[in-house]
């Protein structure tokens, strides 16, 4: 089963009235009509073995994963979280104290951001770790930034550097961008935008897909973390795990945040978006080649 065409299909079996779901599924969280502005929802989930090791790791890793996994839907939209629900599936055997771990590692980083635990569940069975965690999260004076906004000719922008964050602490210890995703949608007229979560090509292949539009994007220009190791380019574009924020905006507001760097992480421009659909990568040689996600390939 291909995950992407299941969940198209989920999409298209859904009927939402626009007054009462005005954003349904298929962005990084959805948006229910409540009071003036609206209210932001969506969950996400960690899997002992998939999303990390939990006898690698340790149970608070897992549990600060998975509260930080939601937080970075919650910055991909430009929102600020409000609260938290929890359900966690617990190996038959664990501890209470590695129970306790996992509530204190979604606390350790829900703290940081005023997001409070408001409810859950917890069950044990014969299986693997899972925590899932259902975050609502609030515009608070910004509208949300879809990932259907981007406009042919706006440039593609991220934060800070792509691969190897599997390999490295960093898939485990990312701080969300929310602060960041609210100086930029504050400041600069977003037009798109999501968190990098499956690899830069696959997500920014789904704002190209939510936009109508095409990318090409400039291979040399792609900030390439030193965790990617040899791999390099090919594990920035395609690793994932790294929950920088990926946008699109008009060249003229690229420029001005591209010159005063407003964030305490930096900011880089890898690309343009296109009309069309398809997404191209151009090497430093100028050629051309289709940008896939999970690989690209080359033309002869
Ligand atoms: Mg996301």
Known sequence: MRELEFIEWIYSQGRFDPAVVPVGPGDDLAVVQVGPEGLLAGTDQVLDGVHFILGEHGPRAGGRKAMARNLSD???MAALPLAALATVSLPKGLSRHDAQEIYLGMREIGDVFDCPLIGGDMGSWAHPLAISVTILARPRGISPVLRSGAKPGDAICVTGHFGGAWRSPRHLLFTPRIAEARVL?????LHAMIDVSDGLARDLGHVCRASGLGAQVNAAAVPVSAAAGPAGLAAALHDGEDYELLFTLSEEDAN?????QPLGVSVSRIGTMTPGEDMVLIDSAGR???LRPGGWEHQT
Request: proline share 6%.
């Open 256 to 260: 001005t945040l591209l010159d005063t």
């Open 185 to 189: 949608a504050g400041q600069f007229g």
């Open 288 to 290: 051309r080649k289709p």
């Open 74 to 76: 919650v910055a991909a």
